[in-house]
């Protein structure tokens, strides 16, 4: 998506700003030349070794120009918006060779471009390529030629660039045979050994806010200085604050003794479970054995017991840690696991002492979710329980998986061994039939990373692990739309159940009309990314599939109760279908219109679904299209509506329909768009360009419209949120809320934990915490602007002083916790200034290291203000030394 992309990413907007427009496509500038016949004689035709000179010696550099639109943007698409990039290609060595090509990512369809030696032109989704026009000269030594294109909206992030450009032979060699395609290495993605992080050292760093920041000339956005960071961190003080006696989430209700005891667990703890099944508890034990808390027989009384209480939520639970002993009692087993949860949470790093305290919890939502996007590109499953351990450890129990979109299918289904076969890998393979294209940087390998899938093992051992922390696992392979993967995969089934002349199998799970005619776009132009929903084997192929995965949870112990079908952004698919033109004309289920296709395919698939006994879960854009009296008494909407273009009302209509409305809003809890507004932070941004931690923690969920009086749009603009017309039904409320990490340009397990952590910790605390300072809904309709003060003075200081706590917990405590668990969190930039000539700086997680380094001299420890010379350099440092935040530069003369 998204979205979600989409989820997917700030390519939605397409959708709406472009105004239902569904025949989106690139235009390409036409270069006629004369061929030059001396000049065409002295080149030669590609080879082996050419094509591995190519790639070894051809220097490429990608520069956004500016992001300023000019009467060559196209007029009618993206509202005239455009941006700029200059890409030089620069030939270390000399190249003589015709005949060869190169394919590379773009994530918006380029428009146009101006070069006399090249052609470029958009194949598929964010694939485009460059061709040698009939006057390529080749390359002298070291010579450079440059290449100006323009495409639709805007880049401002030097992590929108994509990596792995593959260059390629047009023909085969003189034999026969293809010429195998190479990366061009100066377009490989790099890792920073000081950071970690991914490099792009293709990508010209931006220089000029105004052309490259920002959006259009309306955009208030500021470029994050380290002075600006520094003036926003002074509000978490110059002292540390005293966590040790502080859980995340926090608790209910929590008494701390008012003499400040402790408890020593340092010879470990010795359980008692009654009638609790150990197993339900196993894991979190193990996690306060890594900490350091090891079960033994001389170690403190620790009673175990549930207690059925039907006036408090599943997962609730009772605390307490007296001089001698330690008690918990949960309404359930995920309750004395959320309780054990707690003790562990009480823990500082290296000590075995925690506060004598009573807690009575329960959580703010049931529903408290995390989607994890592994189709765009692969998550290992290893990565995947590490995630687990820490979700459990912090309250959360959803895990929305999103398994199949249009770039790969990441789960074994055994009935159909081409879905994995062919979708989950992606190599240089236009035709898409050993492997999908090679979309979003892929490269050629297909034991790259960016590929693979869970075989059935694979996935049951995920699912264990979640039932064994209290986790259900929501299984997504999305559908009609984002589902490339899928058709492509049953095309290579058709036809090879075709030439063995099997007709019956050839079209038994077939996902398109091959004489459909339709043009289209999806949201990440696609133009055969859509299932066809007129087809009979369309619906087999979901039966087929849903059957298998029920099968498979129930062989991991985790029945499949719920699956989320996806059922967002189809883009105009269908129209000039024979197959949907026959279904229309022959009012077939009640289907008399083309635009009332997306709406029956979702109640089809919801009946099928119900007659497997599993409910529906979609999102809200694809939802709000369908019947309620043809939809299943249960539904479970995704609502991913953005706030600043007044989103809250769908949220609302669909609230009001009585369904499990779970709000996934694009303006904070999407993971995979930037913490801080500046080009090198990593993430799309088309709702949001700064989405740090703090801004997850001010999120108040029961009452989205307020948030107009304190956040800004996506361009640091004002907005009005009018709740008048679509109030919530009194005594509507949601069913939970779930953060979002899509992948698109997700490229490994570490950046994926690196946008996650610290995020989650926020995203735990306002799935279980309802806040004081919170605004509560005004069920009869209000509108909310910069100058209304429901969100009043107050309620900020009350704000204000918790967030103070909240960070230094996670500043002393949790990520102190993550690096013993080998989780690769976000370090966050030093906010610093030079007052007088004295270095000033701070953090925005008190209790994290701060490294300073005057000109080329040794890395220092930052304690408190020192006096420096010249130019200073800020960092800061894991816990474990071996990592580092981005180094930002201050000058001595800003004062």
């Not at 105009?572 to 083309?594: E, I, L, Q, R, T």
């Amino acid at each position: 998506m998204y979205k979600h992309s989409i989820s997917l990413a700030f390519l939605t907007i397409l959708t709406i700003s472009s105004c239902g427009k569904t025949g989106i496509k690139s235009q390409e500038v036409s270069n006629e030349v004369k061929i030059d016949d001396a000049v065409t004689a002295q080149l030669t035709v590609v080879n082996t070794d050419d094509i591995s000179n190519i790639a070894n010696n051809l220097q490429v550099k990608h520069r956004v120009v500016t992001n300023i639109p000019s009467d060559k943007c196209q007029q009618d698409i993206a509202d005239g918006n455009c941006f700029e990039v200059e890409l030089t290609l620069t030939a270390k060595q000399a190249i003589s060779a015709n005949g060869w090509q190169i394919n590379f990512s773009q994530i918006a369809p380029i428009q146009s471009f101006e070069s006399t030696e090249f052609s470029v032109k958009h194949i598929n989704g964010d694939l485009h390529q460059i061709s040698l026009s009939d006057n390529f000269k080749g390359f002298a030594e070291n010579e450079t030629k440059h290449i100006l294109y323009r495409a639709m909206f805007w880049s401002l992030s030097e992590t929108d660039a994509i990596p792995n450009y593959t260059v390629s032979a047009v023909n085969r060699n003189s034999a026969g045979k293809a010429i195998k395609p190479e990366v061009i290495k100066s377009t490989m993605a790099g890792i920073d050994s000081a950071t970690g992080l991914e490099t792009l050292p293709f990508v010209v760093p931006f220089t000029d806010p105004e052309k490259q920041f920002k959006r259009t000339a309306n955009d208030k956005t500021q470029w994050l200085s380290s002075a600006e960071l520094y003036q926003r961190n002074l509000k978490l003080g110059d002292k540390l604050v005293d966590v040790s006696d502080k859980v995340i989430p926090t608790p209910k209700q929590m008494i701390v003794d008012s003499h400040f005891q402790t408890l020593d667990l340092g010879q470990g703890i010795n359980v008692s479970y009654n009638k609790l099944a150990p197993a339900k508890v196993d894991a979190a034990l193990k996690r306060l054995a890594r900490l350091g808390v090891k079960q033994a027989p001389s170690g403190v009384s620790t009673t175990l017991s549930i207690v059925a209480d039907s006036t408090k939520l599943l997962g609730s639970y009772q605390l307490n840690v007296s001089k001698q002993a330690i008690e918990i009692i949960g309404v359930d087993s995920a309750g004395v696991f959320n309780g054990l949860q707690s003790l562990a949470s009480l823990m500082m790093p290296n000590s075995l002492q925690v506060a004598q305290v009573r807690i009575d919890d329960e959580p703010h939502y049931q529903f408290r979710g995390l989607l994890v996007d592994v189709a765009r590109n692969f998550h290992s499953k290893a990565f995947i329980l590490r995630l687990l351990d820490q979700m459990a450890a912090y309250k959360l129990n959803k895990l929305h998986l999103h398994l199949g979109d249009d770039e790969g299918w990441r789960l074994e289904i055994p009935s159909l061994p081409e879905l994995t076969q062919v979708s989950a890998n992606r190599c240089f393979d236009l035709s898409d039939q050993i492997c999908l294209q090679p979309q979003l940087g892929a490269g050629i390998e297909q034991k790259s990373s960016v590929n693979g899938y869970y075989s059935v093992a694979d996935y049951q051992e995920i699912l264990k692990a979640a039932s064994a922390r209290h986790i259900q696992v929501i299984p997504s392979l999305d559908m009609p739309g984002h589902s490339r993967a899928a058709i492509k995969a049953m095309a290579a089934r058709t036809k090879k159940y075709a030439i063995a002349e099997n007709e019956e199998k050839s079209q038994q799970f077939n996902l398109y009309d091959p004489l459909d005619t339709t043009k289209y776009s999806s949201v990440q132009f696609y133009n055969d990314n859509t299932i066809n929903v007129c087809l009979e084997s369309s619906y087999a192929f979901v039966h087929e599939v849903m059957t298998q995965v029920k099968q498979i949870h129930a062989e991991a112990g985790q029945p499949l109760t719920r699956y989320h079908i996806g059922a967002d952004e189809t883009a105009g698919a269908w129209v000039d279908s024979p197959a949907c033109k026959a279904f229309v004309a022959n009012n077939n289920y009640g289907v008399n219109d083309m635009s009332e296709l997306g709406a029956y395919f979702i109640e089809r698939v919801a009946s099928i679904l119900s007659d497997l006994d599993i409910e529906t879960a979609g999102w809200s854009d694809g939802l709000s299209h369908t019947r309620k009296e043809n939809m299943p008494a249960i539904v479970q909407s995704n609502a991913w509506d953005v706030l600043f273009w007044g989103g809250h009302e769908k949220v609302h209509e669909l609230t009001n329909r009585d369904w499990q409305v779970v709000i996934s809003s694009p303006d904070v809890l999407y993971f995979d768009f930037p913490y801080e507004a500046d080009p090198k932070e990593h993430g799309y941004y088309w709702a949001s360009r700064h989405t740090n931690t703090e801004k997850v923690f001010q999120f108040m969920p029961d009452n989205l419209p307020v948030h107009a009086e304190i956040w800004l749009d996506r361009e640091d603009n004002p907005y009005i949120a009018d709740d008048r017309k679509s109030p919530l039904a009194k005594g509507k409320t949601f069913y939970g809320i779930q953060g979002q990490l899509w992948s698109e340009n997700t490229r490994s397990d570490t950046m994926a934990e690196y946008k996650i952590f610290p995020r989650l910790y926020a995203l735990a605390e306002r799935a279980w915490h309802k806040a004081n300072w919170a605004v509560p809904y005004n069920y009869q309709g209000a509108q909310y602007n910069q100058n209304t003060n429901e969100f009043s003075k107050e309620r900020q200081v009350q704000r204000e002083k918790q967030w103070r706590t909240f960070a230094n917990i996670i500043g002393q405590k949790s990520l102190a916790k993550l690096e013993e668990s080998q989780v690769f969190y976000r370090l966050p930039n030093v906010g610093a200034t030079i007052v007088g000539g004295e270095l000033r700086a701070n953090i925005a997680f008190p209790g994290l290291m701060i490294e300073y380094q005057e000109a080329s001299g040794a890395w220092k420890s930052y304690q408190h203000p020192v006096k420096v010379s010249g130019n200073v350099s800020v960092r800061s440092r894991s816990f474990d030394g071996k990592r580092s935040s981005k180094i930002s530069v201050i000058e001595h003369n800003n004062q």
